[in-house]
């Protein structure tokens, strides 16, 4: 699937009910966690950890925060130190972060305020990810997103867990449907509204289909990654793109960039 379509999703209206929202974005870290879906990208992510002599990540655009859990606890277990992990977004998701900083112990926090990707402030410290979120944005901004990073000479990954391929758009709609029904009374933290916007007005469902197609469609290729980073001006820059992973569900598309010197 080579083509990029810049189609809307209901999750980035401003107008769209918080609380279907909500709903679609527990869904989201629900299947990301359970499927462990960026387990490819660790390596990666301890690379630039490494290169920047860093314990710490600072995640922009997390939306509800889907994998975060478990990608820190693989970077402590592989580092053999603990790494720690701050959240951030334009919209914060303070319910979720709050349930994801209570499970973690505390190992992952948050930033309660918004957090612009194409401005971060100084103050915020650590290599910056971007996880399942980055094709949210047209190319102009996302350019933007990865001059920022470069220009305050700061390492950035940005992942989406995706081979971006048709039989991965096939087997959305034969059993997203099901699995939907299926996996949402065992989301946490536990809600009465997400129940009844999935099983008596199932709007959660539907959005979800329009929502994930969609996204499979505006996922960047690696070659397109590529092309929008050599046009960040970042002297002494380096840039990687790519996928990495294997079998269903495990495909993670990737671009990490970092400064040559620190």
Known sequence: MNIRLQLFEFEDQSWFPHV???GMLDFLRFMITRLNAYEAAIPLLQELLERTRSRHLTDLCSGAGGG????QQ?????????VQVTLSDLYPNLRAYEYIRHESGGAIDFIPEPVDATAVPESIKGVRTIFSSFHHFPPAVAKAILQDAAAKRTAIGIFEGSK?????????WLFFPVI??????????FSISRLFFTYILPLIPLCIMWDGTVSLLRIYTPE????????????GY???SGRVGAGAGKYVIYLIGYPEEL
């Open 180 to 189: 939907i029904l299926v996996v949402t009374p065992f989301i946490r933290p």
């Open 74 to 82: 693989q970077l402590t277990q592989r580092m053999e130190k603990s």
């Open 20 to 22: 279907i929202r909500q």
């Open 238 to 240: 380096t840039w990687r």
């Open 164 to 172: 971006k391929s048709w039989l991965e758009m096939l087997l959305l």
């Open 224 to 235: 397109q990654l590529r092309q929008m980073a050599s046009e960040v001006q970042a002297p």
């Open 68 to 71: 975060i859990a478990s990608v």
